[in-house]
């Protein structure tokens, strides 16, 4: 059984930073693609962050420069660390584990992520 487990969410205010940690079970995350997306209220879900099989990674353009993807194969663990928040960071994070070969795609349950002062 596959398990994608989000933590580190919380209330941030403007300027501050969070880790946000996406912890695998029942799959080897450093042969996925693993991503971040987020999912503001009235919006749609969108990509924020990858880091491939190789570890090539890419950004979003609101978070580039201020978000870092990155990946413990130890820990079978990936991380986004994000800085400099801004309100509207303000949303629920999913991570997300994709296999395209194998048409392999699983979520995590989301962790909420709110900037405010």
Known sequence: QVQLVESGGGLVQPGGSLRLS??????????????????????????V??????????YVDSVKGRFIISRDDEKNTVYLQM??????DTAVYYCNARLATMNRD???QGTQVTVSS
């Open 49 to 58: 962050a990858t880091i491939t099989s190789g570890g090539s990674t890419s």
């Open 83 to 88: 800085s400099r928040l801004k309100p509207e």
């Open 22 to 47: 996406c912890a695998a079970s029942g799959i080897i995350v450093r042969i996925y693609t693993m991503g971040w997306y987020r999912q503001a209220p009235g919006k749609q879900r969108e990509l």
């Open 106 to 108: 699983y979520w995590g």
